[in-house]
């Protein structure tokens, strides 16, 4: 059995590469924009706004606090070129897509007439499925402003989601979250009136002295809330700056859960959840509905052992995934726009290729908690010692259609997912790793 939980979780697959131009890569990744795709496939669109009015001290994300109209203004600008220049490559021309996801950052906080030109120009520019899902995420203060709720019900967004994190005031003035109690209130108020699909919240836990006793406080406010789906994430702690981390050492503030309290609150919290009527639907993420929504199904490559869904990433430090290859465009919002304003593909870093493509959907079914049994690439592609380690350990189980991870699996998802990683995946993952350990405060994105 695993004894050490591994302390990173991955979003995106296959990893990025940091030498790009070094191994020949970049050359290769455009050209492919530039050819029609030769198989359909599921689409997600991607659309990052990398504003907050404040940085909360727990963010790993590529966050910028630059206020003001005439910044907002330019970058929406910039947005809205790079549709258009992404929309008409060859590759994207034909797409169809099934979801459009608004993440960041907080998109909530452009203005009005912003986000306007930005639904329009999606639509100019993108075949959008008419069921599409479309989401958006913002944080509460100013996502609780009817007038943007309504702008988004006009232009028929389903689900709209914000990070509420926990309930505990303490923690919360310690994180510098600048939203209220009460925002969330008017946020959840405002959005229920309109009738929104589906009101998305996301929570932490492991936080800094956290036990049961305090998660049970935060779940009982959400069961008061009765939010219709929840994305409930274990704090990691690499993006807080070396004062904070030396104050955890010392004993100033509270320390980081033990790796025997994570067990405990992971397990509490998984049953709680039950409990107030969600279904676990994928690796943190929990909702009214027995299916996990779009936007995750799609950036996770489809579902099930699938690996072909493609992310087609806008913004900067946005992260897509064409025909085999994850990539990221400029995390340096500047870089961006310069990029961006003179005409050019703002790309930034992309991966190799796996040596079998299936592996993506191996590596995602950690994600899903099962695969199906007629995806015998992807499974062959997990190394046979691990396999059987899993069946041995509990850690995974067969029914008639497909093999699931067990409760016990659920619990050990990081380190699972790592054992899927093809050889050179597995070395970029221990790389970053040490990167991040070795970096206190460093904004990385997420992996």
């Not at 452009?110 to 479309?134: D, G, H, K, V, Y």
């Amino acid at each position: 059995m695993y004894t050490t939980l591994y302390p990173m979780t991955y979003y995106f697959y296959p990893l990025l590469e940091e030498k790009i131009n070094e191994l020949n890569l970049y050359q290769d990744f455009v050209s492919l924009w530039k050819q029609p795709q030769t198989t359909s496939k599921e689409n997600l669109l991607y659309i990052h706004i990398p504003y907050c009015h404040d940085m909360c001290r727990f963010c790993p994300f590529h966050v910028r606090v630059d206020k003001g109209d005439e910044i907002y203004n330019r970058y929406t600008e910039a947005l809205c070129q790079e549709m258009s220049l992404v929309s008409h490559l060859a590759y994207v021309q034909d797409k169809s897509f099934k979801a459009i996801y608004f993440g960041g950052g907080s998109p909530s906080i452009l203005s009005i007439q912003n986000l306007r030109r930005i639904f329009e120009q999606i639509l100019n520019c993108f075949n959008i499925a008419p069921n599409a899902e479309i989401s958006f995420e913002g944080e509460p203060k100013t996502l609780s402003d009817p007038a943007r709720l309504d702008l988004l019900k006009e232009y028929n967004v389903k689900r709209i989601s914000f990070g509420l994190q926990t309930y505990d005031e303490k923690i919360r003035e310690l994180f510098n979250i600048a939203a209220t109690l009460q925002d969330v209130d008017n946020c959840t108020r405002h959005a229920r009136e309109r009738g929104f699909e589906d009101i998305n919240v996301d929570m932490m836990y492991d936080l800094p002295g956290q036990n049961i006793t305090a998660l049970e406080y935060d779940l009982a406010r959400l069961q008061e809330h009765d939010f219709d789906s929840i994305d409930y994430y274990n704090l990691h702690y690499f993006a807080f700056p070396k004062k904070f981390k030396a104050a955890m050492a010392s004993g100033e503030l509270p320390q980081k859960p033990s790796q025997e309290m994570h067990f405990a609150l992971a397990q509490q919290l998984r049953w709680r959840m039950k409990e107030m009527g969600y279904y676990d639907v994928a690796d943190q993420i929990f909702a009214k509905k027995p299916q996990v929504c779009e936007y995750f199904r799609l950036l996770w490559g489809g579902g099930n052992g699938e690996y072909s869904a493609e992310t087609i990433g806008l913004g900067a430090s946005a992260r897509g995934y064409i025909d085999g290859y994850s990539y990221m465009n400029f995390g340096n919002t500047e870089q961006y726009l310069q990029a961006v304003e003179a005409g050019k593909l703002p790309f930034e870093k992309c991966s190799k290729r796996l040596e079998t493509p299936e592996n993506r959907g191996a590596a995602f079914l950690i994600k899903f908690f099962e695969v199906s049994k007629s995806k015998a690439d992807a499974i062959s592609s997990i190394p046979k010692n691990v396999w059987e380690f899993w069946l041995n350990n509990g850690l995974i189980y067969e029914d008639i259609n497909s093999w699931k991870l067990s409760e016990i699996g659920k619990l050990w998802t990081t380190n699972m997912m790592l054992d899927t990683f093809e050889s050179h995946q597995r070395e970029l993952a221990m790389t970053a790793l040490g990167f991040v350990t070795d970096r206190p405060g460093v904004r990385t994105g997420s992996f």
